[in-house]
């Protein structure tokens, strides 16, 4: 009953500073996000830029497969929060902030790369692709003149 | 479409540790509302059971707990929308009994957070959000509404004692309400010294886990009038909403747009307006969850929770008494009890029942639930 | 009391090791359904996701799947009953719109099995029982059953090949079902000696793990016209009832009065009898339930099950057709996903759009499911 | 907060091979098998005797703390199955068959001694406390002339 079984691709179980998901068919956002960049995906059929990526429109049946798009240049900082105490798996990383960056069209949520009291929503911020221990990759929130 | 009434109340004492088994915890609860409502088991046509299941060994919880409960052979599920998955059993068992498939339904809701180890506890909070692409990241409940109160404080020039003061409100009912888990007083100050546990929140902006149950039966108008019931609590608007998980796909950081759609539809469905409201039970969470509810229910307009606040307005005495009963910070908060834990106030007030509690005469009542990080929000608005 | 139709059904392929993630996996199911109904998704009032948790990572599976599905701010929630969690999905659903809550709802199911490991599904396994009174002793499904087959076995004096016969049936029909996980014929003999799994039951009697979705569309008669549904299937009848969890507390080991109950229900809502029933999906999770279903349905007297198969009544061309999709036995059994693939295929059905596996021109079908281990039942009836 | 926090009673945590459940009003079950007794629980307001014991009524409220009675002499099996597979945790005991034992009154469910094509429903059991390794208790039905 086995034998057909595929292989399987378990990038995405790479992301982040631990991982929960290994199945997706948005993998590929792993690769892109190793080679230095953060994308999100677009419709063909209507043109709606998603992030988090999505494989499938949920306007559109049979537009064809998603295209990716690289999120570039400037987001503001919609808000951010700084842990004090983290969930397992997470405690080497404490303290750490995280954030929601806003490009308008989309936004996305992920670690602010500085924190501290001059830090306010509305602050201007660029997301980088991170590499962490362990062949690990993440992206982060970069606050204007932190870089 | 017929009518429905609330015409039982039960809920243990919400405790840490509870000494006994999640059917044991229910059937506490389950006593209580049946003796409130003067029922025998048969006269339940049908239960929903609520709660979380990531804190449960039990698989189906629904199974063994009607069968403890003797509520075979009548059907039973179980239902779940995190923190407000006991008003969303009372949703579906309104939609059930209107609909004409029961004229007598039990809600029972329940968690036992003690069930898990601690270490198994810090496992599922990383899990309380998007897996995919949210929980990589170190995320847990505290930080997203922490998220919140920044975005709240920073847009409306809010300061944090303003957070403080809705916990010392807490405390002071709690410490009159016997089945709350904190019953001690709080001040302002020993809010403000307390440790951080996510910025800007502080340990006393936070509720405590506990284990507990809470039940609430519901009939037709037919039934509540050849039940005889004495003092039935009508189900007067329910209103419901759902918001994407993941944050990045939110609009807003400064309140929760379910709630606000959920009160809407309620109201709607009422014929009243958050000025009729003579007193309510709110999802305090967090204090910043009870701040973002004063605006999103229409107690105050936007930017104006602080001010209701700090002038009193929401104690026992003041215009819109809200969560006198201790609300969620010092009754604690077990996940699936929570909802029918608010509802039963709600019904005790109504009733003029609260005891120590009471708000004067009180005609109109609303109950505001939410699960999640604003994920789902249950509205309820009852009357006698 | 107003009518309720299906007007949409949809279902992923069932697979072992589904390449996706839970909402992927949900939206196949969702996205066939919407196509079918040719409705967008606003036109969705509110949601149900039923699924059993233990099988996922994600905690509230409801939130992550409405938001894939693009479904907020509409309510959603998580309805579960083990192995018939969508059919139960389907009750409350009716009873949402015909209490007046929504005129149109979506029920979506679905189980990626695969998502934990093998040691995890082990685990779990030994814990689907009443934990504190029946897991001790080390239980599983194929166990459960096979102490119900024991029972049939030895009060109707029926053999092992006239189990054996459910699966070369079911084999017969997974054939011609594209979106069936087990598509190989299966003869008498290859049942007979395969390997047992728990005495009297062998490998072909139990059908196997998958992944999957399955999507219903339900709408009130008054939507049903302004849509303009060409081919409504409308919900006659709904039978539900429960039984305790535990062997002990149980006074049958043939048969499950819980499917008899909810049948009677659900033939007294129709005002139709067995007889009238043209095509049916059973739950044939094991080989002994789909026999123990001919009788608790009325197909069979008590003890005639084993001739209505010998006889082949139950076949495409027999006096009542029964799974003639492959039934859970060939199509793979995703717990949540299980009862929506039930009904999408007896809505097909009543349409005369089931193709290789079509009818002769069925008016009525009926949809048993259940779950546990006749712990819950679901029974509906339909009708064009 | 946690001052006054009780000790936990988990005897119930030594129930059969493997055990979920720790924490019970009945933890007194295990003291009694222990000491060789196998008890249900009755209702001191309406009478009725429950097998799995249980702490509450659901016909009767205050009725006061439910007592307990033993369980003796001849039930007859109900029916069983020998599992060939095992759930985690249970592997070493296998074959190994589960039953239901029926008194009239009261059923229960557990595991049987003896087992092969002789033993079917109808069959006379008795059932009995036994101990196994690790501090572990039980009981089981013991099929006529098996003892
Ligand atoms: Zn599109
Ligand atoms: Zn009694």
Chains 1, 4 share one sequence.
């Not at chain 1, 709606?48 to 306007?59: E, H, M, S, V």
């Not at chain 2, 006593?31 to 929903?48: F, K, P, T, V």
């Not at chain 2, 599922?124 to 997203?144: N, V």
């Amino acid at each position: 009953m086995a034998k057909n079984k595929p292989e399987k691709d378990l990038r995405f179980e790479r992301f982040g500073t631990k991982g929960f998901t290994a199945t997706t068919k948005v993998n590929d956002f792993i690769d892109r996000l190793e080679a230095g960049q953060v994308c999100g995906t677009k419709c063909p059929g209507c043109g709606q830029r998603f992030f988090p990526p999505r494989a499938d429109c949920p306007d559109c049946s049979g537009a064809g497969p998603m295209e990716w798009f690289q999120v570039e240049g400037e987001g503001k900082l919609a808000t951010y929060s700084v842990l004090r105490y983290a969930p397992q798996g997470f405690e080497q990383d404490l303290p750490y902030a995280i954030a929601v960056a806003d490009y308008g069209d989309y936004k996305l949520f992920g670690r602010l790369s500085h924190f501290g009291p001059e830090i306010e929503p509305g602050c201007p911020v660029t997301t980088r692709a991170v590499s962490l221990p362990d062949g690990r990759v993440a992206y982060e929130f970069v606050p204007q003149g932190q870089q | 479409m017929g009518r429905v009434a609330i015409i039982g109340v039960g809920q243990s004492a919400f405790v840490r540790g509870y000494p006994g088994s999640i059917k044991e915890l229910a059937f506490e609860a389950f006593r209580e509302a049946m003796d409130d409502a003067g029922l025998q088991r048969g006269d339940i046509q049908g239960s929903l059971i609520c709660s979380a299941p990531e804190y449960d060994r039990q698989r189906s919880p629904a199974g063994v707990i009607a069968e403890y409960c003797g509520l075979n052979p009548q059907p039973t599920a179980y239902v779940e929308s995190l923190c407000c998955s006991s008003t969303t059993g009372v949703r579906m068992a309104y939609g059930m009994i209107t609909g004409g498939l029961h004229d007598c339904m039990m809600v029972l809701g329940f968690q036992k957070m003690s069930e898990i180890t601690s270490a198994e506890t810090q496992e599922r909070m990383g899990r309380g959000a998007d897996i995919q692409w949210e929980s990589p990241f170190g995320t847990m409940m505290p930080a997203y509404y922490a998220m919140f109160a920044r975005g709240f404080l920073h847009r409306y020039g809010a300061s944090e004692e303003d957070l403080a003061r809705i916990r010392v409100k807490a405390a002071t009912y709690g410490q009159i309400n016997e089945k709350a888990v904190y019953r001690k007083p709080v001040s302002l100050e020993q809010c403000m010294i307390a440790d951080p546990v996510a910025d800007p929140l502080k340990v006393f902006d936070c509720c405590a886990n506990a284990d507990g149950s809470s039940a609430l039966i519901l009939a037709s108008e037919e039934k509540v009038r050849e039940l005889g019931i004495e003092k039935p609590v009508w189900l007067m608007g329910l209103g419901s909403a759902s918001a994407p998980v993941n944050l990045a796909l939110r609009d807003e950081f400064s309140g929760f747009d379910v709630a606000r759609q959920a009160a809407s539809q309620a109201y709607g469905m009422a014929g009243v307006g958050p000025k009729d409201i003579d007193v309510a039970e709110v999802h305090d969470c967090f204090t910043i969850a009870e701040m973002m509810a004063y605006e999103n229910l229409g107690f105050a307009e936007p930017g104006g929770g602080p001010e209701l606040i700090r002038a009193k307005e929401t104690y026992k005495d003041g215009s819109i008494p809200v969560n006198v009963d201790g609300g969620l910070l010092s009754k604690g908060h077990p996940i699936g009890a929570t909802g029918g834990s608010q509802v039963r106030t709600i019904v005790l007030q109504l009733r003029g029942e609260a005891g120590a509690m009471q708000v004067k005469d009180p005609a109109v009542g609303l109950v505001h639930n939410v699960g999640g990080v604003g994920l789902y929000a249950n509205v309820l608005v009852m009357g006698r």
